[in-house]
């Protein structure tokens, strides 16, 4: 099946530091992705939408200051933490949606640590 | 919101048949049912979607019943690598973005 790969799979920073995770598709074009935040024992909850060339559409709650999303090519999308703090450390999720089939995969998850 | 409600949590023998509901009683159309799982730290992994018919894959079933609201997603053989977080989602197809509810916790039982 398509393959949706993050780096890094795990990142711990200082308080205050910012912090970039990529998304890739690696086996097909995707001109959307979705981004979401997992907090331990708790579902996915989405972030935003990204779509190549555009703006980022943030959900409501979320900080577009402070989540910064680049979705500058049809298989790579990346979110920038800025100025990160411990209350940021969370399970971070992408998924990229296929451009002709519309199915939509996900990659494995990048963990942030803010000390 | 998630458009969806599932138990929390359910337990199953190995080797038997997990039965996994859902409720979607508020489901349009033109949405489909979608099935994902979640093992442990580790990202969501596609398992089947259907619309009204019945579907069958290599990984489950997706029963649908005749008014669309309630599935039932059906692992016939489960083992221990089944233990996961099912969730069950409604999307009107490849324009709309997936909202997870918060799923259901699946113990396979050796």
């Known amino acids: 099946g398509a393959v949706v790969s993050q780096h890094p799979s795990w990142v711990i920073c200082k308080s205050g530091t910012s912090v970039k995770i990529e998304c890739r598709s690696l086996?097909?074009?995707?001109?959307?992705m979705f981004w979401y935040r997992q907090f331990p024992k708790q579902s996915l909850m989405l972030m935003a939408t990204?779509?190549?060339?555009?703006?980022?559409?943030?959900e409501q709650g979320v900080e577009k200051d402070k989540f910064l999303i680049n979705h500058a090519s049809l298989t790579l999308s990346t979110l920038t933490v800025t100025s990160a703090h411990p209350e940021d450390s969370s399970f971070y999720i992408c998924?990229?949606?296929?451009?002709?089939?519309?199915?939509?995969?996900f990659g494995e998850g990048s963990r942030l640590t803010v000390l | 919101d998630a458009k969806t409600t599932q138990p929390p949590s359910m337990d199953c023998a190995e080797g038997r048949a997990a039965n996994l509901p859902c409720n979607h009683s508020?489901?349009?159309?033109?949405?489909?049912v979608y099935w994902y799982r979640q093992i442990h730290s580790q990202g969501p992994q596609y398992i089947i979607h259907?619309?009204?018919n019945n579907e069958t894959n290599e990984m489950a079933s997706l029963i649908i019943t005749e008014d669309r609201k309630s599935s039932t997603l059906i692992l016939p053989h489960a083992t221990l690598r089944d233990t996961a977080v099912y969730y069950c989602?409604?999307?009107?197809?490849?324009?709309?973005?997936?909202?997870f509810g918060k799923g259901t916790r699946l113990h396979i039982l050796p």
């Open positions: 998924s990229a949606q296929t451009y002709n089939t519309g199915e939509l995969f």
């Open positions: 086996d097909f074009q995707a001109t959307t």
């Open positions: 990204s779509n190549e060339g555009s703006k980022a559409t943030y």
């Open positions: 508020t489901i349009s159309g033109n949405e489909y």
């Open positions: 259907g619309l009204k």
């Open positions: 989602i409604v999307r009107v197809g490849r324009d709309d973005k997936i909202i």
